[in-house]
C-alpha cells in the first residue's frame, strides 16, 4: 500500500489574488472547483504536468459560515491541511480507527476532481487537520 503527499490546502480570501505567485513560482494552473456541501471554491496549482504531481489547493469560502470561511475569521489566511493519497481509503480509515484516531469522516466521502476524501480530526495529529484521498 503507498501514501505519497496529495496536496497542501491553502485558505485564502480570493483565489485570483493568490495565485499569482504561485504562477510566478513555476506551478501550473488547472480548473477551478466548485465543491458546494463544503461550501468551497478550490482552485489547483501542480508542480508539473506529470502523473502525480505534488499540488497545492487554494481555497476560497463561499460563504464565512463555510469551514474554510470560519478558518479565515478564526486564522486568517494560510495552510490549511496537508492531503496524503492512498490507494484504498476504507482500508485506512479502518486502521486509523483501530490505532485509536479520532476521524471527522469515518466513511469516504466525495472530494474535488472525483476522488473520495475522509479527514482525521487535528486532536489526533498534534494540531494538523489531515485529508486522506484516493483518486479514481
Known sequence: MSIEIDHIGI???????????????GLIQGEDESIPSDGVTARFL???????PVRIELLQATSPDTPIGRFIERRGEGVQQIAFRVDDIDSII???V???VEMI???PRAGANGAMIAFVHPK?????LVEIVQRP
Open 94 to 96: 479502518t486502521k486509523l
Open 11 to 25: 485558505a485564502v480570501n480570493n483565489l485570483d489574488t493568490r495565485t499569482p505567485f504561485w504562477l510566478a513560482l
Open 124 to 128: 489526533s495529529t498534534g494540531g494538523v
Open 46 to 52: 501542480s508542480t508539473s504536468a506529470a502523473n502525480e
Open 98 to 100: 483501530d490505532f485509536g
Open 105 to 107: 469522516d469515518e466513511k
